[in-house]
């Protein structure tokens, strides 16, 4: 991109094709652009804040952040048809969505059950139900590509990041860093690595790899791997699919 406004909040199309992000326009608005940052065009009309957009598996729709109050709620936008729903309308904060590789149903970030207390929940697209994942409090969910491993991020005074079993509902600690971010990390598509932002020096941040096998043998040794040995801001890492 190219433009004097800030772009953020990226997320690949599944075929790698086009990418969707946020742009300041004032108030933020959602724009989708092909891979070589070509084609770019806005998503709705509203005028309205519209972040945290995110691709289904299958590329047919875009769930989204949408904010008219102090509640931001959870939206659909068919690619398709062009036309947007409500997902959620309540006067509870719902941020962070993200799909399981289902398609099914998406996962988010809400106080829903008590104010300022944010949890990990899970929406059923279809029947809209809401149901809790049980790992207390947390906060930037992320499936893991075979839909087995939710991570996600635990808050004492800096983050860790820990793994939730969907098979034996446990969650185990990945790796006890104890960073400072305030961004959701991404899996590869393999499964094999996770890559994250965090603050290095001052406002300085950088991207980060590290291997979910080595620190799932030795959480309290996992070494990061420094991706961005350039001094700057990097936000918001996301792998291109396949």
């Known amino acids: 991109t190219h433009n004097p406004a800030n772009d953020f909040l990226p997320d690949w199309s599944p075929d790698g094709q086009h990418i969707a ?5 004032g108030y933020y608005a959602i724009y989708v652009m092909d891979a070589l940052g070509n084609n770019t065009h806005r998503l709705t009309t509203e005028t309205i804040n519209e972040f ?3 691709w289904s598996p299958d590329g047919s729709s875009i769930v989204f ?6 509640y931001p709620q959870l939206a659909l936008y068919d690619v398709a048809s062009t036309s947007t729903k ?32 944010t949890k990990i929940y899970s929406l059923d697209v279809d029947s809209r139900i809401i149901s809790p994942i049980p790992v207390g409090s947390a906060t930037d969910p992320i499936w893991s590509p075979d839909g087995r491993y939710l991570l996600y991020s635990g808050w004492l005074e800096k983050v860790n990041l820990y793994l939730w079993d969907s098979t034996t509902q446990q969650s185990t ?16 598509a393999d499964g094999r690595f996770i890559v994250y932002s965090a603050f ?13 096998a080595a620190c799932l043998q030795q959480p309290a040794s996992c070494t990061p791997q420094l991706l961005t040995p350039i001094p700057a801001e990097y936000r918001n890492p996301r792998w291109k699919p396949k």
Request: proline letters at 5%; glycine letters at 6%; hydrophobic letters at 35%.
């Open 21 to 25: 992000f946020v742009r300041d326009d």
């Open 86 to 117: 409500q997902l959620t309308n309540t006067l509870r904060t719902h941020v962070s969505p993200i799909w399981l590789p289902d398609g099914k149903s998406i996962t988010f970030v809400s106080d829903l059950d008590e104010r300022w207390n």
């Open 52 to 54: 945290n957009p995110v």
């Open 173 to 188: 600690l990945l790796y006890q860093g104890g960073f400072v971010t305030n961004d959701t990390p991404d899996w590869s």
């Open 200 to 212: 290095t020096v001052g406002y300085q941040t950088g991207i980060f790899q590290i291997e979910v």
């Open 65 to 70: 952040v949408n904010q008219e109050n102090a």
